[in-house]
């Protein structure tokens, strides 16, 4: 990494202990810290995404998430109701985006969110019942496409740059834990490491970080518990036996996180070990795990409170809870907003398993008889409106994203009821049969005799 600052880079001091060959803690400000904030806004597709792509590290295995992903890509589409929705799973939204795309580093690299309307006027003109979707052709009430592009950025005017104040500077320690840059614990906080003396930190250097980096700096966060040194002093090899439990994506479905309905599913289990072999199970189960790849890292971190075993994820989660939202974010709102992420609009199931929701965010168009195409003057949520509404005010509520095959699937998932899916241990989901199940339970070399099938739910029944 070179030491000259660049464009494409962001800056910052570290302490090493060149004896021990241990990065003791960083000092980074706003740039380095609002990205390292911003890996708490990804879906977990993206970062599925993000840390099977080839940097100056090879690609890493998350647990059981990158074999889910794969089990999404390699999915035949047909098994989807749309394409639309294979598509927002490999490439989720991040609701948080307007945050995010103006970073000195922004490591997502999902195409930028658009919205459509219906190019009818006739429907333009209801107040009530207008369709909006961030898919393109998407089938209106009137039969029409909803293909007209309106909100473009330029009109939205969003600038949002970033989560932490301008003015601040921040400690990381090895762990990821970020605090704020306190000069009057600078001779204390040696001491907090053990170190007797100043002279016992032998490395006092400037770096700067790239985009491709900080990928890596990603992998090593989700993997390690000392990503700093593991990445700075590049003993990434570590990483080869580092891994999270591979239980966590099972630990998000869990009871507490599921609303009030069951899921029912049969066990393929190895009597001699009590070892699950593979799930079998209907589409309501694998919508759960497509889920997944929908949910921001940030409202794993809260239904997990903090303890998602994923490398040092848990202490940015952590130091993010225990920052004044006052003192050193842009606002106590954004800190809650990233504390608890919650999904982008149309990304949330009709049946949805888990406690998440959408984004709340209400659009609004301003329309005149006089100038339709018009000069939109449309802005979400809390922004103000541009121009002037001579005539009527329309609030769009979202269309159902399965309406784009000209049926009406609604009340459905990703996948389609027609088929049963095989769940393997490490989660990957494929579509079977009798004849897969036999192949894959000959494939593992098992006697018939020492396999039993066990009918379980996930969930509660509602209490009436």
């Given at each position: 990494?070179?030491?000259?600052?660049?464009?494409?880079?962001?800056?910052?001091?570290?302490?090493?202990?060149?004896?021990?060959?241990?990065?003791?803690?960083?000092?980074?400000?706003?740039?380095?810290?609002?990205?390292?904030?911003?890996?708490?806004?990804?879906?977990?597709?993206?970062?599925?995404?993000?840390?099977?792509?080839?940097?100056?590290?090879?690609?890493?295995?998350?647990?059981?998430?990158?074999?889910?992903?794969?089990?999404?890509?390699?999915?035949?589409?047909?098994?989807?109701?749309?394409?639309?929705?294979?598509?927002?799973?490999?490439?989720?939204?991040?609701?948080?985006?307007?945050?995010?795309?103006?970073?000195?580093?922004?490591?997502?690299?999902?195409?930028?969110?658009?919205?459509?309307?219906?190019?009818?006027?006739?429907?333009?003109?209801?107040?009530?019942?207008?369709?909006?979707?961030?898919?393109?052709?998407?089938?209106?009430?009137?039969?029409?496409?909803?293909?007209?592009?309106?909100?473009?950025?330029?009109?939205?005017?969003?600038?949002?740059?970033?989560?932490?104040?301008?003015?601040?500077?921040?400690?990381?320690?090895?762990?990821?834990?970020?605090?704020?840059?306190?000069?009057?614990?600078?001779?204390?906080?040696?001491?907090?490491?053990?170190?007797?003396?100043?002279?016992a930190i032998k490395v006092d250097t400037v770096v700067n970080v790239t985009t491709k980096e900080m990928v890596d700096l990603l992998k090593c966060s989700l993997l390690s518990e000392t990503p700093l040194t593991d990445f700075f002093l590049r003993k990434k090899q570590l990483l080869e036996i580092a891994q999270p439990r591979s239980s966590f994506l099972l630990d998000i479905g869990a009871k507490d996180n599921v609303r009030e309905e069951v899921i029912?599913?049969?066990?393929?289990?190895?009597?001699?070990?009590?070892?699950?072999?593979?799930?079998?199970?209907?589409?309501?189960?694998?919508?759960?795990?497509?889920?997944?790849?929908?949910?921001?890292?940030?409202?794993?971190?809260?239904?997990?409170?903090?303890?998602?075993?994923?490398?040092?994820?848990?202490?940015?989660?952590?130091?993010?809870?225990?920052?004044?939202?006052?003192?050193?974010?842009?606002?106590?709102?954004?800190?809650?907003?990233?504390?608890?992420?919650?999904?982008?609009?149309?990304?949330?199931?009709?049946?949805?398993?888990?406690?998440?929701?959408?984004?709340?965010?209400?659009?609004?168009?301003?329309?005149?008889?006089?100038?339709?195409?018009?000069?939109?003057?449309?802005?979400?949520?809390?922004?103000?409106?541009?121009?002037?509404?001579?005539?009527?005010?329309?609030?769009?509520?979202?269309?159902?994203?399965?309406?784009?095959?000209?049926?009406?699937?609604?009340?459905?998932?990703?996948?389609?009821?027609?088929?049963?899916?095989?769940?393997?241990?490490?989660?990957?989901?494929?579509?079977?049969?009798?004849?897969?199940?036999?192949?894959?339970?000959?494939?593992?070399?098992?006697?018939?005799?020492?396999?039993?099938?066990?009918?379980?739910?996930?969930?509660?029944?509602?209490?009436?």
């Amino acid at each position: 990494m070179a030491a000259a600052a660049t464009e494409n880079s962001v800056t910052l001091r570290i302490l090493i202990d060149k004896e021990k060959n241990k990065v003791v803690y960083a000092e980074a400000g706003k740039d380095f810290v609002d990205i390292l904030l911003s890996f708490l806004t990804f879906p977990l597709g993206t970062i599925a995404r993000l840390v099977a792509n080839e940097s100056d590290m090879n690609k890493v295995n998350v647990g059981s998430l990158n074999k889910l992903y794969e089990s999404v890509a390699n999915l035949d589409v047909k098994h989807f109701w749309t394409e639309t929705c294979k598509e927002m799973l490999l490439k989720p939204r991040n609701s948080m985006e307007a945050y995010c795309q103006n970073l000195k580093l922004n490591l997502d690299d999902t195409e930028k969110l658009k919205f459509f309307i219906c190019d009818n006027w006739d429907c333009l003109r209801q107040v009530s019942g207008s369709k909006l979707s961030i898919f393109k052709d998407i089938k209106c009430k009137c039969g029409k496409l909803i293909n007209r592009e309106i909100f473009p950025n330029k009109i939205l005017g969003i600038k949002h740059e970033g989560f932490v104040q301008d003015i601040d500077s921040f400690i990381i320690f090895d762990n990821l834990k970020v605090m704020p840059d306190n000069i009057q614990n600078c001779v204390s906080l040696p001491m907090s490491f053990g170190y007797e003396d100043f002279n016992a930190i032998k490395v006092d250097t400037v770096v700067n970080v790239t985009t491709k980096e900080m990928v890596d700096l990603l992998k090593c966060s989700l993997l390690s518990e000392t990503p700093l040194t593991d990445f700075f002093l590049r003993k990434k090899q570590l990483l080869e036996i580092a891994q999270p439990r591979s239980s966590f994506l099972l630990d998000i479905g869990a009871k507490d996180n599921v609303r009030e309905e069951v899921i029912k599913l049969k066990l393929i289990v190895r009597k001699s070990n009590l070892k699950v072999l593979c799930a079998i199970a209907a589409e309501d189960f694998v919508d759960l795990l497509f889920t997944f790849m929908t949910l921001p890292l940030g409202s794993v971190e809260h239904m997990m409170k903090g303890n998602s075993c994923l490398g040092s994820i848990d202490n940015l989660y952590k130091s993010l809870v225990d920052l004044d939202g006052h003192k050193y974010l842009k606002s106590p709102s954004l800190k809650d907003e990233l504390v608890k992420t919650h999904l982008t609009q149309q990304f949330e199931l009709h049946k949805q398993k888990l406690q998440i929701d959408e984004v709340p965010i209400s659009f609004y168009s301003c329309y005149t008889e006089y100038d339709y195409p018009g000069n939109y003057s449309n802005l979400p949520g809390l922004y103000n409106f541009g121009g002037f509404c001579y005539n009527s005010l329309v609030q769009y509520s979202y269309s159902d994203r399965h309406s784009s095959t000209f049926q009406t699937c609604s009340g459905k998932g990703f996948v389609k009821s027609s088929s049963l899916y095989m769940v393997t241990d490490g989660w990957i989901v494929t579509q079977t049969s009798s004849i897969s199940i036999v192949s894959f339970l000959a494939m593992s070399n098992i006697s018939p005799s020492d396999i039993e099938q066990r009918a379980i739910s996930i969930g509660k029944k509602e209490v009436k």
